[in-house]
């Protein structure tokens, strides 16, 4: 599945009126009137090749130091602290100590990431910030029936199912999940693992499991949309056994599709679970065992009525972009009449 964040956001921004562009060049700089809006400086970073990798990064660096001598206000969503798989680390140094000292101002998708993002890059605690919180997958994820799903994934009507979905990487801990219900005696318990995994180690310690237990279904591929609402639709829980986290879009993709999510606790899970309503997030500490599994599948089985998004419409969270927008405008036209006193 592709991220559709960028495209939900976009669309969103358009519905209230805002001319969104790719960055190409000097685009967005007619009129001088515009925000350069980038979300993750750090993704040339796991391009195959070197030379890709310093091409694309020092790109963006050019074009962002452009715009700031044009007087455009540059916005940073901080959705990372640092790029997933670590890659690159000299690289990475060298754009985290560059990159907080672009920006204009930057926005936090919770409140507890404004104390990380100002810890891990010290520059930020001098710009302006906003908290404005991850959309919801409304727009995007669809619920097929439950017994259709079922079908389409091989998994017994009458089973209990557990699924984890998004791509699968070693700091989200499926190996974790595999294991635990690998070790649960409960024969009517099933998992699936639905999403792409590039690392090879990680697959095979995967694969080497769930071959071992005919319970464990394994999806290790680029899923369709289509897929995804299968898999979610076909859950009784989503489990996200992430070994760290500052962002992620995969709750809420789970919560817009109406299924209860078992994360670890953590301050940005904390902060969510008390937004969403009782019995939607459910957190636990310490490690992921079957017992933890089969107390939270019996605490969802008189689970009613839907998690409150509200705060996470696409319409208030494009809403929230604007008027960040526009602050950083009125700042900029400020300090340009400044200038020319």
């Not at 140094?93 to 409140?111: C, D, F, K």
């Not at 509200?310 to 009449?337: C, I, M, P």
Request: proline share 6%; net charge positive; hydrophobic share 45%.
């Amino acid at each position: 599945m592709v991220n559709p964040y960028l495209s939900m956001l976009t669309a969103a921004l358009r519905e209230q009126g805002v001319d969104v562009q790719a960055l190409h060049g000097r685009s967005g700089a007619a009129g001088g009137r515009g925000i350069v809006h980038v979300h993750w400086p750090e993704l040339n970073l796991h391009s195959g090749k070197l030379r890709w990798a310093l091409w694309g990064t020092g790109k963006l660096i050019v074009q962002v130091v452009a715009a700031r001598r044009r007087g455009l206000p540059v916005v940073w969503t901080v959705h990372n602290l640092q790029a997933h798989d670590g890659s690159r680390p000299v690289l990475q140094r060298i754009l985290w100590a560059a990159w907080p000292r672009l920006v204009t101002g930057w926005l936090s998708l919770s409140r507890n990431g404004v104390d990380r993002a100002q810890d891990a890059f010290r520059p930020l605690r001098r710009r302006p910030s906003r908290v404005v919180p991850h959309g919801d997958y409304a727009p995007v994820v669809h619920a097929p029936d439950r017994a259709v799903a079922r079908g389409r994934l091989g998994l017994p009507l009458e089973s209990r199912v557990l699924a984890l979905v998004g791509r699968i990487r070693p700091y989200k801990g499926a190996e974790a999940l595999v294991e635990a219900v690998a070790a649960s005696p409960s024969e009517d318990l099933r998992l699936v693992v639905g999403g792409a995994c590039d690392d090879a180690p990680l697959r095979a310690a995967l694969e080497r499991t769930a071959a071992a237990d005919p319970r464990v279904r394994l999806l290790l591929e680029t899923l369709h949309q289509e897929q995804v609402d299968d898999v979610l639709a076909a859950a009784d829980l989503v489990v996200l056994p992430f070994r760290s986290v500052f962002n992620s879009g995969s709750v809420l993709l789970c919560l817009t599709a109406g299924r209860p999510v078992l994360a670890p606790r953590t301050p940005v899970f904390d902060e969510l679970a008390a937004e969403v309503g009782a019995g939607w997030l459910h957190l636990y500490d310490g490690d992921l065992t079957p017992e933890v599994l089969e107390r939270v599948l019996a605490e969802t089985t008189t689970l009613t009525g839907e998690p409150d998004l509200r705060r996470h419409r696409w319409e208030n969270v494009a809403a929230e972009h604007l008027a960040f927008y526009e602050r950083l405008l009125r700042r900029s036209t400020a300090r340009a009449g400044e200038g020319r006193r």
